[in-house]
């Protein structure tokens, strides 16, 4: 199948990070937390295509990704300040992995490894994703931050 017909059978929409989105999954459960009342756990398909980027963003949850099809992505975080890049995949001999975890409060995006096809995947979030727990970055406030990498926070912000 190619990308924009998973995209309208799934019925995926914009992503306000990048890329297209559709949520499968709400518990019903609820917890509380010091953010708030938040479901036990969400889930979303989530596809990236070409030159498609989930820009940096954080959120207040660990996210757990898992590669269903298409091309290996790069989730790339930033953790103490250093760069981090996982391979998500399913060419274990290259590396790749079909399962990451981000942990809460990290900022990260994913691309496309080679910038070309696209990948279908899905996240994870427990507690589960809640809007108010969600921030994109903003370039010059994270290159203030991280100066060292600026070149990739170049490539993973829009401009402000």
Known sequence: ?????????????????????QETYRAAQIITTEKGVRNLSTAIHYLLEDADKS????????????????????????QHGQLVTIALGNDLERGE????????H??????????????LVSCT???G???????????ETLTREFPQLRAVIEQFTRGN
Do not use: C, N
């Open 106 to 119: 990290t900022w990260f995006g994913a691309r496309i490894k080679g910038g070309q096809g696209f990948a």
């Open 55 to 78: 820009h940096f963003h954080r959120i207040q949850s660990d996210e757990l990704w898992l590669f269903h099809q298409g091309q290996a992505l790069e989730i790339v975080l930033i």
């Open 125 to 127: 979030v427990a507690p």
């Open 97 to 104: 992995v079909p399962q990451a975890v981000v942990p809460a």
């Open 1 to 21: 199948m190619s990308a924009q017909a998973i995209i309208e059978k799934l019925q995926m929409l914009p992503h306000p990070e990048g890329g297209y989105y």
């Open 129 to 139: 994703f809640d809007y108010q727990d969600f921030e994109l970055a903003e370039r």
